[in-house]
């Protein structure tokens, strides 16, 4: 093997503005509505829950936003993350394709989330906050946002949903380490907690109720308090943009000229920060360039499956309406392992590429996502998240691909997180005990009758 596994970068190769695809794309976003008045939002409405700089960063057509230097001086801590050359999986696969893929696990977290996490809380301290809520799934959010507060000053107060919070400790020893305070959701400490307890004491929680809880917390604290969200918003996606700044950079090192581009979509941002910037150079020399590939679970598969329609951001319908390809504010998908991709809708931007043809979207099966992630530990080392799995077995199919038709592609993908706090996700598939589920039409036909009405 003559070329490089590892490409990095020096420190001051950080990018020092993050790339806003808005710029450059060739139509508008659907506008974000009003719950009640079914009107677009304005600052105003926002202004409650986050501060305007990222309310600012929400709408921006600037082509590049700078970097602040306070969120660079953290940032460095993990940054640039490597680039690799998957010799030893293209090995065990016997692929003629050449395969790289960015590595977002080392981040203190394990996963791309602190690349928002950090400005975040920054942009929060700048505008006088001293408190930040905010809900966590299985933790990756949580967690983030714990570190990246405690380097502001910030406090942090996270509703996990409860069947996590009992299940998943560990995520909450490393919350509790940074400083965040943690309490199972639904919690006593809010007022749209105690209803739902008052009618079911023993709710074991959902998403939805956390975020209820989070928002009912931010705006009725007594001190400055702020909401965050580590996903689906197009600030979040901003922010995630140093992923994909990068790798265009390390792709150049290694003189690699991506064919396919592939990420993992949840609600969209370590995705669209990976492939946003190919997205650019594409955009900009006509539809010259990489194919574009999102790879979803089979169990939430809202690009390929879902209605595009407004609807909630979430179960409780608290959130503002957005126009996306959704399963319905209320779908409740199987329980799969890749806690992060369980998402009911997508960010706006990546649903208007998708509808627009700039990017291609597929889904996957549990099975077969556990068999790449297990493939890809054996050959190049690192656990996959299970999140992360996704966007290797969507490499894999490529590059399998490349084997049959007998033509070597270069295809690079994001790892966007390890699996280390998800082994008994592992354990699970190792001992046979998981499944694959049909997700019948007639469930998601019904997600239809849930949207909310527009004029
Ligand atoms: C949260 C998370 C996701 C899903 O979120 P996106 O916004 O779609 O990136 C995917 N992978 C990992 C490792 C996560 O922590």
Request: net charge negative.
């Amino acid at each position: 093997m003559s070329s490089p596994t590892k490409y990095l970068l020096s420190e001051d190769r950080i990018p020092k503005a993050w790339y806003n695809l808005r710029a450059d794309l060739p139509f508008d976003l659907p506008p974000v509505l009003h719950p009640g008045t079914k009107q677009p939002v304005g600052p105003d409405d926002l202004a409650p829950l986050f501060p305007m700089a990222l309310i600012e960063q929400e709408v921006s057509k600037e082509q590049y936003i700078e970097i602040p230097e306070p969120v660079l001086e953290v940032l460095k801590l993990w940054r640039p993350t490597p680039m690799f050359r998957a010799h030893q999986l293209e090995n065990a696969l016997d692929t003629p394709a050449k395969i790289y893929y960015k590595y977002e696990g080392v981040s203190p977290s394990g996963s791309h989330k602190p690349n928002t996490a950090v400005p975040q809380a920054y942009y929060n301290q700048l505008a006088g906050t001293k408190r930040i809520a905010t809900e966590t799934g299985a933790g990756q959010w949580g967690s983030s946002l714990a570190f990246a507060c405690g380097k502001f000053g910030i406090e942090l107060k996270v509703y996990m949903v409860k069947v996590s919070y009992q299940q998943k400790p560990y995520r909450r020893n490393l919350m509790e380490t940074w400083g965040a305070t943690v309490v199972p959701s639904p919690s006593p400490d809010t007022e749209a907690g105690r209803n739902i307890l008052a009618k079911d004491p023993d709710c074991t929680g959902s998403l939805g109720i956390a975020i209820s809880e989070a928002v009912n917390d931010a705006v009725t604290a007594k001190v400055p308090t702020k909401y965050a969200l580590g996903s689906v918003l197009e600030h979040v996606l901003l922010h995630q943009s140093v992923i994909g700044l990068e790798t265009v950079e390390q792709l150049a090192l290694a003189n690699a000229q991506p064919d396919v581009v592939v990420g993992c979509i949840g609600g969209g941002s370590n995705f669209a920060g990976f492939a946003y910037p190919f997205l650019r150079d594409k955009l900009k020399s006509g539809g010259q360039g990489p194919r574009v590939v999102a790879i979803e679970p089979a169990a939430a598969p809202s690009l390929t499956r879902g209605v595009y329609a407004y609807d909630f951001g979430d179960t409780a319908q608290l959130t503002p309406l957005m126009k996306m390809y959704t399963l319905g504010h209320d779908f409740v998908p199987e329980p799969i392992h890749a806690g992060g991709l369980r998402y009911h809708g997508m960010a706006s931007s990546i649903c208007e590429l998708y509808r627009n043809k700039l990017i291609e979207a597929r889904a996957v099966p549990q099975l077969a996502t556990f068999e790449a992630g297990v493939l890809f530990a054996r050959s190049e080392g690192i656990l996959p998240a299970p999140e992360a799995a996704h966007a290797v077995r969507g490499a894999i199919d490529e590059a399998l691909k490349c084997k049959a038709e007998g033509v070597s592609r270069t295809i690079v993908f994001n790892l966007c997180g390890h699996g280390h706090f998800d082994l008994s996700a592992y354990e699970r598939y190792l001992s046979g005990s998981i499944a694959d589920h049909d997700l019948p039409q007639a469930v998601l036909d019904r997600a239809k009758t849930t949207l909310p009405a527009m004029a």
